[in-house]
């Protein structure tokens, strides 16, 4: 079985740039849910995709979207980046949408200067 | 916004000790779950607690949900030097599935 994955690991981009963020869920499960770490904080809800379509959206701006493909991995794409969007980006899997245990991906450590 | 507060917000004790964190929470829930972090990194699923459930066990982690309070504990027996991490409560704001809403955590150190 194979667990889930991102990458990059780390990135590093500039003010005003866009970035994409990578997911590759664990096998078998068919819903994507991303959630933004900053330092010192836990991880806050971005959005969840189910079957390649949205399924639920936290308290971000749009310029934070997403998709998901027919074999289930994600992407994760934020426009006109912000100092304050540095932070570790983590991908969870799940079964279900409705599925109450999640498992989450290492991360992706993003640096905005 | 934040849905779990955990407390305290550090840790420290040495190998063998008992770990006691608390979390909680301020809406409804369907279940409570805490989460392991090492170093930045991704989330370790430890235990699920449903909310018609009082106390639930795993191996050295015994958690404790009080509903009518909002909260709950988790307790590390016997600490080890590899259970030093963060620790996360989140919940499911009594919807399921979609969010998981994580507090701020637990910082634990434990030292040889």
């Known amino acids: 079985e194979t667990g889930v994955t991102q990458s990059p690991t780390h990135l590093i981009k500039t003010r005003g740039q866009q970035v994409t963020l990578r997911c590759s869920s664990q096998?078998?499960?068919?819903?994507v849910s991303w959630y933004q770490q900053a330092l010192g904080q836990g991880p806050q809800f971005i959005f969840q995709?189910?079957?390649?379509?949205?399924?639920g959206r936290g308290n971000f701006p749009p310029r934070f979207s997403g998709l998901q493909f027919p074999n289930y991995s994600s992407e994760l794409n934020v426009n006109a980046l912000e100092l304050d969007d540095s932070a570790l980006y983590l991908c969870a899997s799940s079964l279900r949408p409705t599925s109450y245990e999640q498992y989450f991906g290492p991360g992706t450590r993003l640096t905005v200067t | 916004s934040q849905q779990g507060e955990e407390d305290p917000q550090a840790l420290s004790i040495q190998e063998g000790e008992n770990a006691t964190m608390n979390c909680s929470y301020k809406t409804s829930i369907n279940n409570l779950q805490w989460y392991r972090q090492n170093s930045g990194r991704g989330l370790v699923h430890l235990i699920l607690?449903?909310?018609?459930?009082r106390e639930k066990h795993s191996g050295r982690l015994r958690v404790t949900l009080d509903t009518s309070k909002k909260s709950s504990s988790l307790l590390i027996t016997a600490s080890r030097a590899a259970d030093t991490a963060s620790y996360f409560c989140?919940?499911?704001?009594?919807?399921?599935?979609?969010?998981?809403?994580f507090g701020k955590g637990t910082t634990l150190s434990v030292s040889s």
């Open positions: 989140a919940t499911d704001g009594g919807q399921a599935g979609t969010a998981l809403i």
């Open positions: 607690i449903r909310s018609n459930e």
């Open positions: 096998s078998g499960h068919n819903t």
């Open positions: 995709y189910y079957r390649e379509e949205e399924n």
